[in-house]
């Protein structure tokens, strides 16, 4: 095996070394490319281009495989909790009792947030989407407790607790203001996620009984949106935080960029699109059709991804889950036949196989939450709350990196050439001879 990759720039020979990952994954290191010859790598969508070294989670595309710190997402999903799963990405271990106890104290200790950021949410519109806000009252977060300028370990724990826990009461919150309810109180008491789902589903006039199968529905499906490396939000993440914006402006990046329908907005999109399928009586087939014009929002959502080329090994745990649930609930969802239609149809199709289309972790995501009673518009808002501490983990690892530099990208100008100021009156005598 080679360590060295000769490139022929300019008709000289240049050497640049190869990095090897774990699991053998290689890379031409490049860095040194543009001393000596100018020369840049142009890779629009960053579709072939590895932004940094990282130990935290490992896809293998090809072969569905994803793992945190080493660890099978599949063994995750079926034996840890949300709690466990986001100490072991950010510290890079599995927690021992007393260390999770530590880690799951202080997040309860932090789970309320200060009381005069309850007034911003009278001043948000009622159809504000939760997502807008979950945004704005993170990155003010910042407002109220400030990061030190020198990290020392122990603000550094009690920031990232802050934003764990505190994500979780925001979400709470803003679903709260949207259906003109009062907001309910975290309570130490609780564990992480039947915490959530009180302050969600309780009321001064009504207690919220918890029920086993949907509180691990839910611990599902935070475990298995944790992390998932260098995506388009993690990414943003690491961009905005090697600028060294303080944590919480970088973590509301990372929730702008989830936002957008490319990325986790496709699970609330996804659901838009079966219950538009239902009201509709549209057949899938047509509308897989339709999926198949070039038109870009046309998309079939829940489908395809950068880097799976096969099973997205989330969505098939999701479906699975899915299926359990319903039976336990006692319950069926038209949704979900038409979701497993199109899933058939989609599977079959030459368009869909030749560009190697698998359902992604959005596909089946919407469905569990719609059963467990979350709103479409709250989908991408818990898919926030589940990759915070795989954002946060990102971030600790850039920051603590013995190379540290801002992220700055280059461009190929392709822009005018150099040209001269014409004053307004002689601009538009040239346009229209
Ligand atoms: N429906 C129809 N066609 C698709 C789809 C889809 N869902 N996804 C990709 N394609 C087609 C593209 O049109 C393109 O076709 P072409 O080669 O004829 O031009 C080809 O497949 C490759 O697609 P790209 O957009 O180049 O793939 P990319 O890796 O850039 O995008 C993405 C990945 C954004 C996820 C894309 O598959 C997509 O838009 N899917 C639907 C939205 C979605 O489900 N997003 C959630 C992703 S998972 C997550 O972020 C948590």
Redesign the pocket.
């Known amino acids: 095996m080679t360590d060295n990759a000769k490139l022929i720039v300019d008709g000289k020979e240049r050497s640049f070394g190869i990095v090897q990952g774990t699991k053998g994954e290689r890379a031409i290191d490049l860095a040194g490319l543009r001393e000596g010859g100018g020369l840049l790598t142009l890779d629009e969508?960053l579709?072939n281009t590895a932004s940094c070294l990282s130990r935290i989670t490992y896809i293998n595309g090809e072969k569905g495989v994803l793992l945190y710190r080493g660890y099978p997402i599949e063994e995750l999903a079926g034996k840890s909790s949300f709690v466990e799963t986001a100490y072991l990405l950010i510290h890079g271990e599995l927690p021992t009792r007393s260390e999770l106890s530590v880690f799951s104290n202080r997040l309860n200790d932090s789970s309320l947030i200060h009381e005069d950021m309850r007034h911003f949410f009278v001043a948000f519109p009622k159809y504000a989407h939760p997502m807008g806000i979950l945004a704005t009252m993170v990155a003010s977060l910042s407002t109220f407790y400030p990061v030190p300028d020198h990290l020392d370990p122990e603000a550094e724990e009690q920031f990232m607790a802050n934003l764990i826990s505190q994500v979780r009461t925001i979400a709470a919150f803003s679903y709260k203001k949207s259906i003109g309810e009062p907001t309910v109180y975290p309570s130490i008491k609780l564990r992480y996620v039947e915490n959530f789902l009180n302050m969600m589903f309780s009321s001064p006039v009504k207690d919220y009984r918890q029920d086993p199968d949907i509180v691990r529905a839910v611990e599902l499906f935070l475990i298995l949106h944790a992390d998932?490396e260098q995506?388009?939000s993690t990414s943003t993440v690491r961009l905005v935080g090697s600028s060294m914006a303080n944590i919480y402006s970088v973590i509301s990046a990372g929730i702008s960029a989830l936002w957008g329908?490319?990325?986790?907005g496709?699970?609330q999109?996804?659901i838009q699109m079966l219950e538009h399928i239902l009201a509709t009586g549209t057949d899938p087939k047509t509308f897989i059709d339709r999926?198949?014009s070039?038109n870009?929002r046309?998309?079939?959502?829940?489908?395809?991804?950068?880097v799976y080329k096969s099973f997205?090994p989330r969505a098939r745990i999701l479906k699975q889950a899915y299926h359990q649930l319903l039976k336990k609930l006692k319950t069926a969802d038209p949704l979900f036949e038409i979701a497993m239609q199109i899933e058939e149809l989609a599977l079959k199709d030459a368009?869909?196989i030749e560009?190697n289309?698998y359902p992604?972790?959005?596909?089946y995501s919407g469905l569990i939450l719609k059963a467990v009673g979350i709103p479409a518009d709250m989908f991408t808002v818990l898919?926030a709350i589940g990759r915070v501490p795989g954002w946060l983990a990102h971030w600790r690892e850039m920051v603590h990196a013995k190379e540290f530099r801002i992220a700055r990208p280059r461009q190929i100008y392709i822009g005018p050439s150099e040209r001269h100021y014409e004053p307004i009156n002689s601009r538009g005598l040239k346009k229209c001879p």
Do not use: I, S, T
């Open positions: 969508g579709g998932h995506n388009c329908p490319r990325h986790g496709a699970n999109e996804v999926a198949k070039r870009a046309e998309r079939l959502m829940g489908f395809g991804h950068r997205d368009y869909f560009r289309l992604n972790v959005d596909f898919f």
